[in-house]
């Protein structure tokens, strides 16, 4: 190997890159993420203070909702109603960008 070689370029099948998700599949990861997690907060029978759902009415329920959406209250080590918020918040993001992607392919198709 000669001194010149060195500067050589690399053929460009010699360059491994790393596979990225696409846009469709980081969507879908957040949105099915999210749901998961909705579903799994509002499957608690509780609100952090012990206090059943089944008990609670109006605002009461819905901040023990949220709250438990978000891992429960941060006393008990949760993100509590921030987290609730947040996720809701993605969720709704997610979906509506899920609707318009499909909405784009359905178009590149010719579909309506």
Do not use: H
């Not at 969507?27 to 999210?34: E, F, G």
């Amino acid at each position: 190997m000669g001194l010149l070689d060195v500067f050589k370029k690399k053929s460009p099948s010699a360059i491994t890159r790393i596979k990225q998700p696409t846009v469709d599949q980081d969507v879908d990861r957040v949105y099915y993420q999210t749901k998961n997690q909705i579903e799994s907060g509002l499957a608690k029978s509780t609100a952090s203070t012990g206090k059943p759902i089944a008990e609670l009415r109006g605002a009461a329920k819905r901040v023990a909702q949220i709250s438990n959406i978000g891992g429960g209250s941060k006393a008990i080590g949760g993100n509590g109603i921030d987290g609730g918020l947040d996720t809701l918040t993605k969720y709704t993001q997610a979906r509506t960008a899920k609707v318009m992607l499909d909405s784009s392919k359905q178009k590149r198709l010719g579909k309506k």
